[in-house]
Structures are given as structure tokens and as C-alpha cells.
């Protein structure tokens, strides 16, 4: 019972608050936390709590996009390598719901995965509310990533990405051996600030290819474009 105690709602987006020091933090919808102020609320928020014996941060989300929700992303990653075991910090749990890769989108597995509230589980959501949700996404492309966004959380890209998440990962295998291969490069200059890059190209006979690109900006610029 301190009377010195209190809870108070802060803006993710509003003036960093130095000096708290608090035992617990709830920190909603972390995939909002974008402009520098709540980056810094979060470092604030987090290191502050190293005075308390039993500090207890909570971190709730939806999916967001990989490039605009840098923090989020972060613990996204983090979680998903504690589940696979390639991290160890008793300190630290992560949950994630959503529709596995390996899962059709469309399916009433994705949604009970996906929504722990499913009537399925326990819950109060009813799958034909979802069901008229994907309604729209199979009707209407533009609402598919809506969709898988909000209703599978699944993680969207840019609208203007060439490549989708999916596409890429299946580029994620070991590069095999380029001696004796046959290459091809494809060079590209920078005239302002774009990245000069090469890269080679290692067909396959069975359809496949080895890439090894490279890419390259003047040190001078790195900081001015940074920002």
C-alpha cells in the first residue's frame, strides 16, 4: 500500500516521461509505436524498471508492417526464435497467434489458430463473422491483406513490395559451391544516392540459381540518408 503509487494512460506518441520507474507496464497495440518519441518512451519505460524486484512489462499487438513497425517487429522476431529455440532468456515470453505458413489462409484451422476469442476455443468470436470477412477478401483483392492483417495476424509488406515475405523465404537455403559455375553479372551505377550494386548470377541446370549480390554507398552519405 504506497501512497505513492499511481497508474496513468500515456501516450505512446506524447512527451517522453524521464524518471519513472515502474513495476509494471502494459504497452497496447505496439505496432503503433513508430515516431521516435514512443521508441524513446520505450526505452525509457523499459530501463526504468530496473530498480524494481519483480518488473513486469507486457507487450500486446496486432500484426503491422515489417518496415513500419520497426519495435513490434523486433519482438515479433524474438518471440518467434524462443519458440524455435534459437534464444535463451528466462526473462522473456512470447505468445503469437496467428495462421501458420503451412496452413491454407482460407481455412477454419487459420481462423481458430489465429483467434485464441474463436467460438472453437471458448470464445465469444463466431466464425461466420469471420467468414463474412473473408467473404470480402475473396472478392476484393485490395481486402486480403486487410484480412490476413486483422483476422490471421499475419504481418504485411509495403503494397509497392515486388517480392512477397512468402517468395522470399523460399530464397533462405544454404548457396552452394561457384567454382568451375557459369555467372552472369548484372552491374548498376548510382548517379546520386542510390546504392551502386553487382550482382552475379549462377544458373542451375534444373532451373535454379545461386545469387551473390554486393552493393556499395559512399561513407559519406551513409548518415545524411539515414536520417
Known sequence: ???????????????????????????D??????????LGLH????????????????????????????????????????????????????????CPANVDWQSREARVLANPSHEDNGGPLKDKALLAELAKAQSDAAEVQAYKRYHLNLWAQKDDS????????????????????PCWLGLDLSSTEDLSAMVALFPREDGTADVLPFFWLPADN???IVK
Open 43 to 98: 526505452d525509457i519505460l523499459t530501463k526504468g524498471m530496473i530498480m524494481r524486484r519483480q518488473p513486469l512489462w507486457f507487450g500486446i499487438t496486432t500484426a503491422g508492417e515489417e518496415e513500419g513497425s520497426p519495435l513490434a517487429w523486433r519482438y515479433h522476431q524474438k518471440a518467434e526464435m524462443q519458440a524455435k529455440g534459437a534464444i535463451s532468456e528466462p526473462s522473456f515470453y512470447g505468445k503469437i497467434f496467428a
Open 1 to 27: 500500500d504506497d501512497p505513492s503509487a499511481f497508474y496513468a494512460a500515456i501516450s505512446a506518441d506524447g512527451d517522453v516521461q524521464d524518471g519513472i520507474n515502474p513495476h509494471m507496464v502494459v504497452a
Open 222 to 224: 551513409v548518415d545524411r
Open 29 to 38: 497495440e505496439l505496432h503503433r509505436w513508430k515516431v521516435e518519441k514512443a
Open 162 to 181: 515486388c517480392i512477397s515475405a512468402e517468395e522470399w523465404a523460399l530464397g533462405a537455403v544454404p548457396r552452394r559451391s561457384l567454382v568451375e559455375q
